[in-house]
Structures are given as structure tokens and as C-alpha cells.
């Protein structure tokens, strides 16, 4: 569950009160894989989160406006209407997370191998996919998540 207790905290993890963060354990190098979230509660439009994957080996830093942020987060932000690439936020690509909703199951492909991932909403169809610049975001990947536990957000991986 990762409403509880984090999985494992992402590389150099800054505590930050209120929100949860957890990577995989597993680092994915190459090959395509199929990870299911389950979105147990969220209270949109208080709640957000990101869902992405981040390297491995960069440090998360903390921002000049106090944010804390992994430079190589590639992903997508829930209950917002932007994602996170090449070190950058954008509006202006399509999605629109706004539409997450409790119960909700999420189905992430990462594919090393096209250096993509995509994120599929199983209730809405909406499919979205982001090329991963891996000179930003060098393998391994870990597929990683980042939300705000305040609002007893929770959710978790489906086998």
C-alpha cells in the first residue's frame, strides 16, 4: 500500500511533511514493462500527484522556490493538467489529469527500448505518451511516485 508506507524512498529522498514518495526497487534497463496503479482514494481537485519513472542515479534537489524536484523526473502529473519532461513543466501537450478519479487503475508501459513511456486511464481510454531524452534521464529507470498524503490520498500496485 502506498498510503501507509513508502515501497523504498527515491534516491537521496528529502522528507517532506505531508507527501509520500516511493521508486521500485527494480531498475529497468531494457525491455518493455506493464505496471498497473490503483488509485484508491483521491480527492481531486485538492489532491495531486506525479507518476513517472526518474533515474536512477540523480539526486532529487530542492528548488529556488523551496520545491524539491529529481531533474530527471519524466512522467505525468495527476489531478493537474501538465506533465514533467527534459527538466521542464508543460500544459501544452494534450493531457489533462484533472479527470483522475478514486478507483481509477492506471497501466504504465515503460519501453527501454523506444526510450517511452505511456500511461493508459483504464476508465477513460485516454492513452499518453512521452519520449524520454535519456541524456537527461540516463538508464536505469525507476518507475516512480510522488503524492501529497495530507488528503489520505492512497493507492497501490496491482499484480
Given at each position: 500500500m502506498?498510503?501507509?508506507?513508502?515501497?523504498?524512498s527515491?534516491?537521496?529522498?528529502i522528507?517532506i511533511p505531508?507527501?509520500?514518495?516511493?521508486a521500485s526497487q527494480?531498475?529497468?534497463?531494457?525491455?518493455v514493462h506493464?505496471l498497473?496503479?490503483?488509485?484508491?482514494?483521491f480527492?481531486y481537485?485538492?489532491?495531486?500527484?506525479?507518476?513517472?519513472?526518474?533515474?536512477e542515479?540523480?539526486?532529487?534537489e530542492?528548488?529556488?522556490n523551496s520545491?524539491?524536484?529529481?531533474?530527471?523526473?519524466?512522467g505525468?502529473?495527476?489531478?493537474?493538467?501538465?506533465?514533467i519532461y527534459?527538466?521542464?513543466t508543460?500544459t501544452s501537450h494534450d493531457y489533462?489529469?484533472?479527470?483522475?478519479r478514486s478507483?481509477d487503475i492506471?497501466?504504465?508501459?515503460?519501453?527501454?527500448?523506444?526510450n517511452?513511456i505511456?500511461?493508459k486511464?483504464?476508465?477513460?481510454?485516454?492513452?499518453?505518451?512521452?519520449?524520454i531524452?535519456?541524456?537527461?534521464?540516463p538508464?536505469p529507470?525507476?518507475?516512480a511516485?510522488?503524492?501529497?498524503?495530507?488528503?489520505?490520498?492512497?493507492?497501490?500496485?496491482?499484480?
Open positions: 502506498i498510503g501507509d508506507k513508502p515501497l523504498i527515491p534516491p537521496d529522498e522528507s505531508g507527501r509520500i514518495s516511493f527494480y531498475p529497468y534497463m531494457t525491455g506493464h498497473r496503479l490503483s488509485i484508491d482514494k480527492n481537485p485538492s489532491s495531486w500527484a506525479f507518476v513517472g519513472i526518474v533515474s542515479g540523480i539526486r532529487i530542492k528548488t529556488e520545491n524539491y524536484s529529481n531533474r530527471s523526473s519524466f505525468w502529473h495527476l489531478g493537474r493538467q501538465s506533465i527534459d527538466r521542464q508543460s489533462d489529469g484533472r479527470d483522475i478507483g492506471l497501466t504504465f508501459i515503460i519501453d527501454c527500448d523506444q517511452t505511456q500511461m486511464n483504464e476508465r477513460t481510454l485516454y492513452t499518453h505518451s512521452i519520449y531524452n535519456s541524456s537527461c534521464c538508464f529507470w525507476l518507475f511516485v510522488n503524492f501529497n498524503y495530507r488528503n489520505k490520498d492512497s493507492m497501490h500496485l496491482l499484480k
